[in-house]
Nanobody
């Protein structure tokens, strides 16, 4: 089964940038749609961004224009470039993968904290 490991989280000031990485163990990584979700304390997990197996990106309205998702199939890795970070972006960010409709493969998350 697919194993996902996130990295790149940290603490930044408002307006700063971070790049998250998600490394997949699956050799057929290129066949999966990939996505980023996030969960803040006391809140439900929410969708952030998705990139399909053929490279088509999509974003939640809250991050559109600030975040960019990309993938490197040769490295079995998906990235999330986060610019102009806001305090409300503070959350644990999770990488996820799917081959059908539901995202059912998940990493353990990486903490992003944005201070005001």
């Amino acid at each position: 089964q697919v194993q996902l490991v996130e990295s790149g989280g940290g603490t930044v000031q408002a307006g700063g940038s971070l790049r998250l990485s998600c490394a997949a163990s699956e050799r057929t990584f290129s066949n999966y749609d990939m996505a980023w979700f996030r969960q803040a304390p006391g809140k439900e997990r929410e969708f952030v961004s998705q990139i399909t197996r053929n490279g088509s990106p999509s974003y939640a309205d809250s991050v559109k224009g600030r975040f960019t998702i990309s993938r490197d199939n040769a490295k079995n890795t998906v990235y999330l470039q986060m610019n102009s970070l806001k305090p409300e972006d503070t959350a644990v960010y999770y990488c996820a993968a799917r081959i059908f409709t539901l995202y059912n493969y998940w990493g353990q998350g990486t903490q992003v904290t944005v201070s005001s």
